[in-house]
T-cell receptor
Framework: GDSVTQMEGPVTLSEEAFLTINCTYT??????LFWYVQYPGEGLQLLLK?????DKGSNKGFEATYRKETTSFHLEKGSVQVSDSAVYFC???????????????FGSGIQLTVLP | DTGVSQDPRHKITKRGQNVTFRCDPI?????LYWYRQTLGQGPEFLTY????????KSRLLSDRFSAERPKGSFSTLEIQRTEQGDSAMYLC????????????FGPGTRLTVT
């Protein structure tokens, strides 16, 4: 079945450092890909998305490119801030498998801590 | 703010008791989802409604779990005869069912079964 694999965490960076969080997926069909962020005490927020190969999703300085050849959707940011400290989840929605529901399949998440 | 809301935010109950959670989706969204999230894991799909119809249920949803969405607006998730293994965060999400079907999540209800 479909699955999402995220790099093991946690990740601790200094402010202004470059961030990469790896995400790879396995899917039967041609999924849409998402990154969600969960700030302390808050619900999941959609950070960015991509729906087809070579699409680049971007938001708040974060970017991720849909790479079909490597089945990856790595999250990057050029200069992180303390306020970026949160848990980041990679997810996919595969209409081939989920049918009408098109539910999300999530990775296990990774905790990012940015130090001043 | 007219995002997804959930009530209560926290629930502590004793094993064997019944609990009910409520979710109010974004008003124009016709799709509603329930997920369960345990510590250190990503959310896992439980069930899905399109308008008032419950169209899919995960194998995670045992017979003790029931969900409704009367009139296609708010939804409730009931757990009967709670067990310690039910302790988790229960998340509700809604969407418009667009091509990408972006889902918007509520803050969740954290259930602790003692």
């Amino acid at each position: 079945g479909d699955s999402v694999t995220q790099m093991e965490g946690p990740v601790t960076l200094s402010e202004e450092a470059f961030l990469t969080i790896n995400c790879t997926y396995t899917a039967t069909g041609y999924p849409s890909l998402f990154w969600y962020v969960q700030y302390p005490g808050e619900g999941l927020q959609l950070l960015l998305k991509a729906t087809k190969a070579d699409d680049k999703g971007s938001n708040k300085g974060f970017e991720a490119t849909y790479r079909k050849e490597t089945t990856s959707f790595h999250l990057e940011k050029g200069s992180v801030q303390v306020s970026d400290s949160a848990v980041y989840f990679c997810a996919l929605s595969d209409p081939t498998v989920s049918g009408s529901a098109r539910q999300l399949t999530f990775g296990s998440g990774i905790q990012l801590t940015v130090l001043p | 703010d007219t995002g997804v809301s959930q009530d209560p935010r926290h629930k502590i109950t004793k094993r064997g008791q019944n609990v009910t959670f409520r979710c109010d989706p974004i008003s124009e969204h016709n799709r509603l989802y329930w997920y369960r999230q345990t510590l250190g894991q990503g959310p896992e799909f439980l069930t899905y409604f399109q308008n008032e119809a419950q169209l899919e249920k995960s194998r995670l949803l045992s017979d003790r779990f029931s969900a409704e969405r009367p009139k296609g607006s708010f939804s409730t998730l009931e757990i009967q005869r709670t067990e310690q293994g039910d302790s988790a965060m229960y998340l509700c999400a809604s969407s418009l069912g667009s091509t990408t079907n972006e889902q918007y999540f509520g803050p969740g209800t954290r259930l602790t079964v003692t």
